[in-house]
């Protein structure tokens, strides 16, 4: 597990795949099927296990939307039901179990500065301990990850804890100054510019028959043989601390969940999966790109690796070409064409992880010690291996590291096992 940090007090949090949603025919049809969206939807909550597991799956593995789930702070400050860990101990263990939880929603995962401190019985009282830092977290971060929907976790929500509370106060204020150019983040982002979110949602989950747009949670995958739902239970089951898998069979996780727009207007339900030819219409390089990719999901379905691969290789390449023949350039000032940029640098990730898949890509790396210190040596045994009949074969391989590391040697093959000696 990694942390990589995006700015003062925020992280995004990175991980490996989840268990069970590995290198298998369902995993790559999936991974071609995410490449073809290009929608972007951040769905912001107070508390590790406040969200919704089961709409996060269903937008990320059923619709292949590109979710981010934000949680504004680590829950140091709930129970725990599994040992006497409190305060910061508790906020790493609950991170980790949204990690876990979110590995199986098939969604990124943040966090903001905002602290855990317990019951709030007011969002005034939240905010006033939280300070501005936590406003300033979240727009900076739905001008980096530039959102078409802002999910309010907590919208309409006007009793109870005062963290939810304030989540959903806070969140469409995040959203209105995100796309205020005068307002500044105190982290610099050099390719953050100002971004209108099109539409922020509220999560409608208290009733049997609910008014809003009603998701088919129940439906079930055609690739994992599974509902949303139970897919999304089985990872929120995660978070163990809190007690959550002796409520699993609760009434209130089995009710019909719909979306709500905060301005009153009706829900844009075509605009949670738009396709990369339909927002690049008239763009032939992307049309094409995804004409291959759906050639590639026939193949795959097809066991036909090879065939499989070339066409994702070929879609990868067309991407690539795209900005040339069809603008816009980075340069551009428009919204409307950083939109565009961004979504198709977001699919060139999309298409380079479903050719992985294709080729079935495994690389392992492991270390012959825990700890070193200045001027140690230590030694990296690294193996690569890749589906044969999709015709894979493993380029140069390197070890990408600190400045401060130092490689002094290089010995075997991938197929034994490369090692690299390392010096701090």
């Known amino acids: 597990m990694m942390l990589a940090t995006l700015g003062s007090g925020l992280l995004r949090a990175q991980a490996p795949a989840a268990p069970g949603m590995g290198r298998g025919l369902p995993e790559t049809i999936d991974a071609i099927d995410s490449a073809r969206v290009t929608t972007r939807i951040l769905y912001i909550t107070a508390h590790p296990d406040d969200e919704s597991g089961a709409v996060l799956t269903y937008l990320a593995r059923g619709l292949h939307?590109?979710?981010?789930?934000?949680?504004?702070?680590?829950?140091?400050?709930?129970?725990?039901?599994?040992?006497?860990?409190?305060?910061?101990?508790?906020?790493?263990?609950?991170?980790?179990?949204?990690?876990?939880?979110?590995?199986?929603?098939?969604?990124?995962?943040y966090f903001a500065s905002a602290r855990d401190f317990g019951f709030s019985k007011t969002p005034e009282e939240t905010e006033k301990i939280w300070g501005p830092q936590v406003l300033d977290d979240m727009v900076y971060l739905i001008r980096e990850f530039r959102p078409n929907i802002v999910i309010n976790g907590w919208g309409g929500v006007h009793g109870g804890h005062g963290h939810h509370q304030a989540s959903g106060i806070l969140t469409p204020k995040a959203v209105e100054l995100a796309a205020d150019e005068s307002y500044k983040t105190k982290k610099a982002c050099e390719d953050c510019g100002p971004w209108t979110t099109a539409q922020v949602l509220d999560v409608e989950r208290g009733s049997e028959h609910p008014k809003g747009f009603v998701l088919p949670l129940d439906e079930i995958s055609p690739l994992y043989g599974r509902s949303w739902r139970q897919l999304g239970l089985d990872a929120f089951a995660n978070h163990r601390s809190q007690g959550i898998t002796g409520f699993l069979g609760?009434?209130?996780?089995?009710?019909?969940?719909?979306?709500?727009?905060?301005?009153?207007?009706?829900?844009?339900?075509?605009?949670?999966?738009?396709?990369?030819?339909?927002?690049?219409?008239?763009?032939?390089?992307?049309?094409?790109?995804?004409?291959?990719?759906?050639?590639?999901?026939?193949?795959?379905?097809?066991?036909?690796?090879?065939?499989?691969?070339?066409?994702v290789s070929h879609a990868a390449a067309l991407l690539g070409d795209a900005p040339k023949k069809c603008g816009p350039t980075p340069y551009s000032q428009k919204e409307e064409a950083w939109e565009q940029l961004l979504d198709r640098n977001a699919a060139s990730g999309r298409i380079e992880k479903a050719a992985k898949l294709v080729a079935g890509l495994e690389v392992t790396a492991l270390a012959d010690r825990n700890d070193v210190t200045a001027g140690d040596e230590f030694r990296i045994m690294m193996r690569a291996r890749c589906r044969a009949e999709a015709g894979c074969k493993i380029g140069e391989t390197k070890v990408m590291s600190i400045s401060e590391l130092n490689q002094t040697k290089r010995e075997g093959d991938l197929e034994k096992g490369l090692n690299f000696t390392i010096q701090l």
């Open 65 to 109: 939307a590109d979710i981010a789930l934000l949680s504004l702070t680590r829950g140091e400050g709930g129970q725990n039901v599994l040992g006497p860990e409190q305060a910061p101990q508790l906020g790493l263990i609950r991170t980790q179990e949204l990690l876990a939880a979110t590995r199986g929603y098939g969604v990124k995962l």
């Open 250 to 311: 609760s009434s209130f996780l089995l009710r019909p969940i719909a979306l709500i727009r905060e301005d009153g207007k009706p829900v844009d339900a075509k605009s949670f999966a738009v396709g990369i030819a339909e927002r690049f219409k008239g763009c032939t390089p992307i049309e094409l790109a995804d004409r291959d990719l759906e050639s590639a999901r026939t193949a795959v379905q097809q066991l036909a690796w090879k065939a499989a691969g070339e066409k």
